[in-house]
Nanobody, 122 residues
Framework: QVRLEESGGGLVEAGASLRLSCASS????????TAWFRQAPGKEREFVSL???????FYADSVKGRFTISKDNAKNTVYLQMNDLKPEDTAVYYC????????????????WGQGTPVTVSS
């Protein structure tokens, strides 16, 4: 069992930045892909970004160039730096992890955090 805990969400104005953190009870080791998803009110959960233990990061087109995913293996933590936030980024952001190869579908991930809300005002 892997426990994930997100933090760092909040209420900000458009153009501001936030950094989300996802702390894992298990090491961000080669066995895992860690991803961020988000779910806006009344909408389906959507992929934001992922970082594999080995390989390249990947982003949804809607956040490419504004969001950066990174990890600190020593702290078992994955981060999502969000810059130039827009009202359409408003959502609950979830961290997810998989013990096998995984991509942009939420069904590919076995472990989920409880989510952290991000609200961007215009």
């Amino acid at each position: 069992q892997v426990r994930l805990e997100e933090s760092g969400g909040g209420l900000v104005e458009a153009g501001a930045s936030l950094r989300l953190s996802c702390a894992s009870s298990r090491g961000t080791s080669r066995t895992y892909v860690t991803a961020w998803f988000r779910q806006a009110p009344g909408k389906e959960r959507e992929f934001v970004s992922l970082i594999p233990w080995l390989g390249s990061t990947f982003y949804a087109d809607s956040v490419k160039g504004r969001f950066t995913i990174s990890k600190d293996n020593a702290k078992n933590t994955v981060y999502l730096q969000m810059n130039d936030l827009k009202p359409e980024d408003t959502a609950v952001y979830y961290c997810a992890a998989s013990g096998r190869r995984a991509g942009t579908k939420s069904s590919e991930y076995d472990y989920w955090g409880q989510g952290t809300p991000v609200t961007v005002s215009s």
